[in-house]
């Protein structure tokens, strides 16, 4: 079998190519989810149907993409890693095009539900591959570089999806993104390594049940499920409550708060990135958590506040939430071994979108609508946040203390062709 650091050394040119191509994927998959959050009002006019139905065409991506992901991790390292990629990310394609054309609600979240099937094995391939062709010693820039996605996407998917559909009609922002989904599918077909990465007398019972029981990936399962618990607490609820309680103009100021997080957040991922590499991930991890505490406390207990603090405040979040991410994604892509990465990334991504689905339905218990139209409970919400960053930090030092070489840098000093110590 072969050992955990194993991975398709290429030419830097051909790397960063692979690296950038991967990224525009994991960008457009992202976006995919961003861009129906702001169709809310027009879809529930168009279509005649209550919040309850427009909430379910939100939470089809997530579910949808948990189940496939299930289901990928018994049969995707019976392919090769390219040719499933761009077979699902066409898929994927198709099925946005059908969410443009769909001509009415029952169509529209069968085409999500296929959206989210094809998007979330997607995304678990795109981590997958980065593991394949990145040594242990410099994943945590290649991961930072394809993660800039994350903040790219969710600044500027709220802003296109209220421009395109104010000036187009709901259909819009779905057609730019299928034409952005083609180009980007005709640059994975050339660009990507062709690689082998198919496992010969593939088993899946035999592929699932060594996942699901192998100790370290036990630890890596769980330490991914919680680190996206924190945000998908509070996400859904900043924009809310930045026009709401802190008083910003929803159509310039919240989309310059936006800008400005994202942008910021786009331009320090790297730097988090390299850090990833040149330190102890788990102590990078704690002081991005400390970070985030402190931007969570002051967002969710925000009253009125000028653009320019609550710009600041956005960007602070942002930073430090994704900042998170770069650490913890590249330990636990060093703790899976080669034999079983495409099939542990789906399930991995399935417990993630779990994960997001149960913590957005509790975050509902804790907040409220004031008569003066002010959200409450936030202040309670950040705590329940709070306890998901330190849940983190507690399971990524359980994972180290079983696998410790995810989380030293000292791996840089180390021959490439020289496996990582076995984790007991």
Sequence with gaps: MPHRGHHHALSPRRERATLLTLGALQFTHILDFMIIMPLGAQLMSVFAISPAQFAHLVAAYGL?????????????????????????????????????????HHALLLARIAAGAFGGLTGSLVNAMVGD????????????????????????????????????????????????????????????????????????????????????????????????????????????????????????????????????????????????????????????????????????????????FASLMMALFMVTMSGRFSPVMTMITNAVGARHRGGFMSVHAALQQAATAGVCLTAGFFVTRTPEGQLAGLPMLSYVSIACFILTVILAAGLCSVAPHVASPAASLLDPATPPPAPR
């Design 133 to 308: 062709i990145i040594p242990p010693a410099r994943r945590g820039r290649a991961m930072s570089l394809v993660m800039t996605a994350f903040p790219l996407a969710s600044v500027l998917g709220v802003p296109i999806g209220l421009v395109l559909a104010g000036k187009s009609g709901w259909h819009a922002p779905f057609f730019l993104l299928s034409g952005c989904t083609a180009g980007a599918l005709a640059l994975a077909a050339l660009v990507l390594p062709p690689i082998e990465t198919a496992v010969s007398r593939h088993q899946p019972l035999r592929q699932m049940r060594e996942i699901l029981t192998d100790h370290v990936y036990q630890r890596a399962l769980a330490l991914g499920a919680v680190l996206v618990m924190a945000g998908g607490l509070l996400i859904p609820f900043i924009a809310p409550a930045f026009i709401a309680n802190v008083g910003l103009d929803e159509k310039i100021q919240l989309p310059i708060t936006y800008m400005v997080g994202g942008l910021t957040t786009a331009l320090t991922t790297p730097l988090i990135g390299w850090l990833s590499d040149h330190m102890n991930r788990l102590k990078l991890l704690m002081i991005m958590s400390v970070g985030a505490v402190i931007a969570v406390l002051v967002i969710t207990r925000m009253g009125p506040a000028s653009l320019t």
């Design 64 to 104: 949808s993409a948990a189940v496939s992901g299930l289901a990928g991790g018994f049969v995707l390292d019976r392919f090769d890693r390219k040719r499933a990629l761009v077979w699902l990310y066409a898929g994927f394609g198709l099925a946005t095009l059908a969410c443009a054309l769909a001509p009415s």
